[in-house]
């Protein structure tokens, strides 16, 4: 980490083929195997800091492609390079044994700030 890290809301959002599963051999069983793979893999990450996440699943219903989104998790990172490396993640995390990676049933967006710090005038 270096003396100011970037803070970083990771918003994610679940689109309709999620909605629309079983389909193509994939269950929703396996998207969330591979969301599950998603947020541990973010945490993981070199230069991330966890500092906590939020689901509104229960009071959210249905797809969201912005804000208000499903989920977010909240992360201080050393970089934009490591902000690039967590959204990727998405494009590569394979669901189920099928050839879809994650992208297909999810949106991530990453708004990156700093911490909120009273200011000397």
Not at 20 to 41: C, E, I, R, S
Not at 65 to 86: E, G, Q, R
Request: glycine share 10%.
């Amino acid at each position: 980490m270096t003396d100011s890290p970037l803070r970083v809301l990771f918003c994610i959002g679940i689109n309709q083929n999620f909605f629309d599963l079983p389909a193509g051999g994939v269950t929703t069983g396996d998207v969330w195997t591979a969301f599950v793979g998603l947020m541990d893999g973010i945490k993981a990450l070199d230069g991330i800091d966890f500092i906590g996440d939020i689901d509104d699943d229960s009071t959210m219903v249905g797809p969201s492609d912005s804000w208000p989104w499903t989920c977010y998790l909240l992360a201080d990172a050393d970089s934009h390079d490591t902000v690039k490396s967590a959204c990727n993640l998405v494009r590569t995390i394979p669901v189920g044994t099928s050839d879809w990676k994650l992208w297909k049933f999810l949106k991530i967006e990453a708004r990156i700030g700093r911490a909120l710090t009273p200011r000397q005038y």
